[in-house]
């Protein structure tokens, strides 16, 4: 027993980095609860006032930073550990869990699989990813189901059509009117911007913060920003985009690829640069829209050259946009939110990239702030008019509540104490023949009749 409590101390004082000899393990385990970690084993103990002195770990100056936490890994280790993940998805689905096939997942899917901390968050997004392949599996024998039927009924109305001599009016038949497909719409919007790019003033979208954003702020930016290329697309009067300061190689990037994958063509009307907007555009035109500034936007100048910056903040609320601003020196100027909306409790005045947009589009072709601001959520703001009415209707079921009757209270005129102001009022009995109250006769019971026999 002595000598494994020995050899544990002696490994204790190896791992605190102290000299150790035989004798000053013996003293220490002579009194074990005594040791003294910033002592050198093995030397006379100084005792001082120095050392008796309360040490605050939090005040003392680090000369050497914290050891950072982040391990790094090299690609033969990559390599390596994605092979044990793939064999472990491949063995999860051979055993029928709600797990995809390996030809389903793709590259993405699997840098997020390695990012992943622990077993119950793979599993939590491999069934995740196994409800996207059963709706994409579902919907392709939807499709087919569907194709199949219109090619049923193709064949009937071509059989319909050989045994009618007549002429045959309506959809797909003879009419006067042409069909106006999808493709039609697409290229006659995508003219529109092409257009714009020419005549209209022009917008920029700053795309540098996806640093700062975690995986879901990164999706929903991505996503925000596909948003507004479209509505900005189908308004009547668009603007001309830029999304710049871009890298390809970012989260955010990489989601607006899926949901816009013609972005880079040349003749897609789009424009994406990686350049900072000071490198394409005059520095003295420039204004940052960013919330965190004092200075309201007061009327649209169509000189002006306005900036959005697109991040999400949902977690990350500093004033980064502001930040930016100052250190290039630009222009900066806010929504005049608070001058023309009431907003309501606990709710924030975050706006959305494309709702940003729609208010930039209607302000330019409107010039009133009451028409643009009409794409704030209603449930951020409160509407005058609606509360007027629910406080007047809260106060008239209040005043009916506390609606207090004094006509019963001139009974009580000689002793108030009997007198309640929240009783009962007694009710006027009008005077019938026959019916006068007989106290004597009162709660004395019917008056039984004997039966004759």
């Given amino acids: 027993?002595?000598?494994?409590?020995?050899?544990?101390?002696?490994?204790?004082?190896?791992?605190?980095?102290?000299?150790?000899?035989?004798?000053?393990?013996?003293?220490?385990?002579?009194?074990?609860?005594?040791?003294?970690?910033?002592?050198?084993?093995?030397?006379?103990?100084?005792?001082?006032?120095?050392?008796?002195?309360?040490?605050?770990?939090?005040?003392?100056?680090?000369?050497?930073?914290?050891?950072?936490?982040?391990?790094?890994?090299?690609?033969?280790?990559?390599?390596?550990?994605?092979?044990?993940l793939q064999l472990e998805a491949d063995i999860a689905h051979q055993e029928g869990r709600r797990v995809p096939a390996l030809d389903f997942f793709q590259e993405h899917h699997w840098s997020h699989v390695l990012t992943l901390p622990s077993k119950s968050a793979r599993i939590k997004y491999y069934a995740f990813l196994w409800q996207i392949q059963m709706k994409k599996k579902s919907d392709k024998e939807k499709k087919a189901l569907r194709a199949d039927a219109t090619e049923q009924r193709i064949a009937d109305l071509r059989k319909q059509r050989e045994e009618n001599t007549h002429i045959i009016y309506g959809l797909a038949h003879t009419s006067m009117f042409l069909r106006i497909y999808d493709t039609t719409i697409n290229h006659w919007l995508n003219n529109r911007l092409t257009r714009s790019m020419q005549f209209a003033p022009k917008m920029v979208l700053d795309c540098s913060y996806d640093a700062s954003m975690n995986n879901r702020e990164s999706s929903n930016a991505a996503k925000q920003l596909m948003l507004c290329f479209a509505e900005n697309r189908a308004h009547d009067e668009p603007f001309d985009l830029h999304y710049c300061n871009t890298n390809f190689e970012g989260r955010c990037m990489q989601y607006l690829k899926r949901y816009i994958p013609t972005m880079l063509s040349p003749e897609f009307p789009m424009n994406v640069h990686t350049k900072c907007f000071t490198e394409l555009f005059p520095k003295e035109q420039l204004v940052y829209l960013t919330p965190h500034c004092r200075e309201d936007l007061k009327t649209y100048n169509p000189d002006d050259i306005y900036i959005v910056g697109a991040m999400v903040d949902t977690v990350n609320n500093d004033p980064l946009s502001l930040a930016k601003a100052k250190r290039l020196g630009l222009r900066m100027a806010r929504l005049p939110l608070d001058r023309y909306l009431q907003w309501g409790s606990g709710s924030g005045k975050s706006l959305t990239l494309n709702q940003m947009i729609n208010i930039m589009l209607d302000l330019k072709k409107t010039g009133d702030w009451n028409a643009a601001l009409q794409h704030v959520p209603r449930r951020k703001v409160i509407d005058l008019a609606t509360q007027q009415a629910d406080n007047r209707q809260a106060l008239n079921k209040r005043a009916n509540?506390?609606?207090?009757?004094?006509?019963?209270?001139?009974?009580?005129?000689?002793?108030?104490?009997?007198?309640?102001?929240?009783?009962?009022?007694?009710?006027?009995?009008?005077?019938?023949?026959?019916?006068?109250?007989?106290?004597?006769?009162?709660?004395?019971?019917?008056?039984k009749t004997s039966r004759s026999s």
């Fill in 401 to 447: 509540k506390l609606n207090v009757r004094i006509d019963h209270l001139l009974k009580y005129e000689d002793n108030r104490r009997e007198a309640t102001a929240f009783g009962t009022p007694q009710k006027l009995r009008q005077g019938k023949e026959g019916m006068n109250f007989n106290l004597d006769s009162w709660a004395t019971g019917k008056k």
């Fill in 1 to 84: 027993m002595l000598k494994n409590i020995l050899r544990w101390r002696t490994g204790q004082f190896i791992l605190n980095g102290a000299v150790v000899s035989p004798v000053s393990t013996a003293r220490g385990l002579c009194n074990p609860f005594k040791s003294n970690t910033n002592t050198v084993i093995g030397e006379p103990e100084q005792k001082s006032e120095a050392n008796r002195k309360p040490v605050n770990p939090f005040a003392l100056s680090r000369s050497t930073p914290l050891p950072d936490n982040t391990v790094v890994e090299t690609q033969e280790e990559r390599d390596k550990r994605l092979k044990v």
